[in-house]
């Protein structure tokens, strides 16, 4: 049997010069050009199977006086016209299209430009090589794919099923790769919210500002972005420079520590910044802020490490923003553990917290990975299942299902999408409206302290291996603002012990999940109430050693010191005391306000309201420093007391 390559070529030939196969003395001119690489050699060896005749196939008539010449070098055009004329049939072989003078082009007897490969052909030539049927639509896949992949992928021997297999993993790598190095534009993301529109205005402004319309004081120098893992900070990053037009520059505490010593770290850090100044209008990204932490550290060779280096930083900082057209972006996880001097207006103007994708931005998001792949009649099951995934794991849950159907050799189908999705499982309803107490008992303690509530959450269902653990529910608050005093602090306090409190007062005990890792309700309150005692002199006294921010840090303070663990402790049982009061003051209004969350999973601030409205349901304000909620102004403090 011929080799695959040889069997294609073969097939291509045999159909073009079919008029001639029964005419022995045919003087035709044939003119072929063949635009896929590697594969001109064997159209002209097949050529010459078909013109002489090949004992081994028997398949072509022999003895003609015919020539075969394949054109590897420009020649000059008289000489390609003398050959034409020649009495003979002659095929005459180029790569290129240009070289073909228009006499031979328009007088030819078969002028073919073989640019793609027909799926017909291929599917000849499997079976011509090895034997073995393929089906149209697989070879219509061969077809698109680079002929040295697939003819290497089929080998004698190897069962035409692992060929195909391997073909598509190819296929897939080759578009993974395309994909991440496509510009993805601003407009294209979906789930980005205040900060997509942020986006789009600056680019707005950027193009005023190019066009000479604006001052660049008239543009933000700078963004915050923070969220959890996976939420698509960077990708932002990115898509935003693609739609401004700019370059981005990348840097992170990590990529410049890792230059050296500290001195290496600086000239790093300033090289990223000199080259966002040179390549202005230009974005530099700098992920990570909170990794350059705080500069007041418990230990003081860190604390002097921390302050040098937060310091260079600023330097860096505010020499870009004096530097017309440079823009910073700051990504992070945790805004609240970033040096507060880094964050003052001119240098992050903005702080945009990024969530995780609602419902049609999850399904839009999947269909930009995997357009036709889910039809509109499982467009409500799809939002369901992947409640709570962030784009990144969006992404994952498309690559995997194009993975499953290679396995199964076919394209992409919902099932592989459904197959994919991580293990779901369903909230048992007892189980669900404790959760509704739990999340409406904050939102109501919020309510009391005059917080403004944007969105409040519960799921009935939750994914096995989830890389965030378990998220069944949460309250979302607007913003506290920008004065922060004793009271607002021992309100937030309660807030965060308010779910617990909810269960303790209406179910008769509180479940694990309120502590036990950095983000649960009691490390919050615990937390807080450190930094009260601790740090701001909000406590029992106004000493204060040490101005740390980081959880661990201030974990590491409460153990050095038995008086302040003591104090800790007892300003948690007192806002636990307050949180329950309040809780048993609204009692009624919790109950009916979970009843309603359970039956419709999520509410907006304004639903809340509207609902308390009309239930007849009015939240008391809290009454504790009731002074101070009546003068803003006030500097009063709780009573101080000599520490023990």
């Not at 291509?12 to 072929?32: C, E, G, M, W, Y």
């Not at 390609?80 to 070289?99: C, G, H, M, N, S």
Request: glycine residues 6%.
């Amino acid at each position: 049997m011929p080799t695959l390559k040889h069997a294609l070529a073969l097939c291509i030939v045999n159909r073009l010069l079919r008029p001639f196969s029964d005419q022995a003395d045919a003087k035709f001119l044939a003119t072929i050009v063949v635009a896929i690489e590697g594969l001109a050699d064997a159209i002209e060896a097949a050529c010459e199977v078909f013109l002489h005749g090949n004992a081994k196939t028997g398949n072509f008539p022999g003895g003609r006086n015919a020539v075969v010449e394949q054109i590897t070098e420009p020649k000059k055009q008289r000489a390609l016209l003398a050959r034409a004329q020649e009495p003979k049939a002659l095929v005459l072989i180029f790569r290129d299209e240009k070289q073909v003078p228009y006499q031979i082009r328009e007088f030819t007897d078969v002028y073919h430009v073989i640019d793609e490969l027909d799926p017909r052909m291929v599917k000849a030539a499997i079976y011509q090589a090895f034997a073995t049927k393929v089906s149209f639509r697989d070879a219509q896949f061969i077809a698109k794919q680079p002929l040295d992949d697939w003819l290497v992928a089929f080998r004698s021997g190897r069962p035409v099923e692992r060929s195909l297999r391997l073909l598509r993993g190819m296929d897939e790598k080759r578009q993974a790769a395309a994909r991440s190095t496509k510009s993805i534009r601003l407009e294209e993301l979906h789930g980005y919210g205040e900060a997509r529109q942020w986006g789009l205005e600056l680019a707005r402004d950027l193009a005023r500002y190019r066009r000479g319309e604006i001052a660049w004081t008239d543009v933000e120098p700078g963004l915050l972005l923070s969220g959890p893992t996976g939420v698509g900070k960077t990708r932002f990053a990115q898509a935003l420079a693609t739609t401004c037009g700019v370059p981005l520059i990348h840097g992170s505490y990590a990529r410049w520590q890792s230059a050296g010593h500290q001195g290496e770290m600086f000239a790093a850090m300033r090289e990223a910044f000199e080259m966002a100044k040179a390549a202005a209008p230009a974005i530099l990204l700098v992920d990570e802020l909170d990794s350059f932490g705080s500069r007041a550290n418990e230990d003081s060779h860190s604390r002097t490490y921390t302050r040098q280096v937060v310091n260079g930083f600023l330097e860096c900082l505010d020499g870009a923003t004096e530097r017309s057209g440079v823009i910073v972006i700051g990504t992070t996880n945790h805004p609240e553990m970033i040096d507060p001097a880094i964050l003052r207006p001119g240098r992050f103007d903005r702080h945009i917290a990024i969530t995780l994708p609602d419902a049609r931005a999850r399904l839009a998001i999947l269909r930009q990975y995997l357009p036709t792949v889910i039809p509109s009649s499982q467009e409500t099951r799809f939002m369901e299942e992947t409640e709570g995934m962030s784009g990144a794991e969006l992404e994952q849950l498309a690559r995997e299902s194009r993975r499953r159907a290679r396995g199964l050799n076919r394209v992409v189908v919902a099932d592989d999408m459904i197959a994919c999705l991580p293990e779901t499982r369903i909230v048992p309803p007892d189980r669900l409206a404790i959760l509704s107490i739990h999340e409406v008992g904050h939102a109501i303690v919020a309510l009391a302290f005059g917080r403004t509530i944007e969105i409040i959450r519960i799921t009935d269902r939750y994914r096995m291996g989830s890389s965030r653990g378990l998220d069944l529910g949460s309250v979302r608050l607007e913003n506290a603002g920008l004065r922060r005093t004793a009271r607002s602090y021992h309100g937030q306090i309660c807030v965060a012990l308010a779910g617990v409190a909810a269960e303790i007062e209406l179910v008769g005990e509180h479940g694990d999940g309120a502590s036990g890792h950095p983000d649960s309700d009691i490390n919050k309150a615990t937390y807080l109430a450190t930094l009260v005692e601790g740090v701001l002199g909000f406590g029992e006294t106004l000493v204060v050693e040490h101005s740390p921010s980081d959880y661990d840090e201030l974990s590491r303070l409460r153990l050095g010191s038995p008086h302040l663990w003591a104090r800790v402790d007892r300003l948690l049982v007192s806002r636990m005391r307050e949180t329950r009061r309040i809780v048993a003051e609204n009692r009624a209004a919790i109950e009916a306000l979970a009843a309603e969350l359970t039956v419709r999973k999520t509410m907006t601030g304004t639903e809340v309201s509207e609902f308390l409205k009309s239930a007849s349901h009015v939240v008391a304000a809290a009454t504790e420093f009731a002074e101070e909620n009546r003068d803003d102004t006030s500097t009063r403090q709780p009573r101080l007391e000599r520490a023990n």
